[in-house]
């Protein structure tokens, strides 16, 4: 069956350090790997796309990297503050458009002053 | 709408009874998702649309589970005889304008939820 895996466990970091989060992914094919940040309380925000033929993406001090041969993405916040904390979801995609999109069970990132 | 719009935002019912959820998806988009969350768990897929129809109901828990797009607009999502276990938060997504999708993928943008307590 299809899963997706994130650290279910807590991430705390000190505030300045990069980030790293995980997303695994096994009995999917998928041709985008989005990733999503979710505030308690609150529905996720989409925050980066990446396409299976994109080895890395940027935005400001996101990174996102997808790697097909492990089906794995990777999310980096570089220099990290307090307001970077919250709860990070991936979702996996196949392709054709107007598809199903189902999430990890997602990361919660502390970071610590 | 601007925004994805649910209602009830907070529903509490007595366990037996029948409760609707009513998701008002941004003007224009194709695809509807309907979601339930615990507490510290991410979103648990249930049902999506596209226009009215219904592509997905594999993620409805069991058949007092339905949902319904009948006009390719609004959304509701219907739980008979509701259970103690049925309380949790309920998300409604949309996305995908019509012709336009974020380089081919659905990125999608979430109502505020309905928090569903069966007593």
């Known amino acids: 069956s299809q899963k997706i895996e994130q650290n279910s466990e807590a991430l705390n970091i000190q505030e300045g350090k990069t980030a790293t989060l995980t997303c695994n992914y096994t009995n999917y094919s998928p041709a985008y790997l989005q990733w999503y940040r979710q505030d308690p309380g609150r529905g996720p925000v989409f925050l980066l796309l990446i396409r299976e033929n994109e080895k890395e993406k940027r935005k400001e001090r996101l990174k996102v990297t997808f790697d097909t041969t492990l089906k794995q993405s990777l999310f980096h916040i570089t220099a990290s503050q307090p307001a970077d904390s919250a709860t990070y979801l991936c979702?996996?995609?196949?392709?054709?458009?107007?598809?199903?999109?189902?999430f990890g069970t997602g990361t919660k990132l502390q970071v610590i002053p | 709408g601007a925004g994805v719009s649910q209602s009830p935002r907070y529903k509490v019912t007595k366990r037996g009874q029948d409760v609707a959820l009513r998701c008002d998806p941004i003007?224009?988009?194709?695809?509807l998702y309907w979601y339930r969350q615990a507490l510290g768990q991410g979103p648990e897929f249930l049902t999506y649309f596209n226009y009215e129809a219904q592509q997905d109901k594999s993620g409805l828990p069991n058949d007092r589970f339905s949902a319904e797009r009948p006009e390719g607009s609004i959304s509701t999502l219907t739980i008979q005889r509701t259970e103690q276990r049925d309380s949790a938060m309920y998300r409604c997504?949309?996305?995908?304008?019509?012709?336009?999708?974020?380089?081919?993928?659905?990125?999608?943008?979430f109502g505020a939820g309905s928090r569903l307590t069966v007593l």
């Open positions: 997504a949309s996305s995908a304008a019509k012709g336009q999708t974020l380089s081919g993928a659905n990125v999608l943008t």
């Open positions: 003007s224009g988009h194709v695809s």
């Open positions: 979702a996996p995609q196949n392709s054709g458009g107007y598809q199903k999109v189902t």
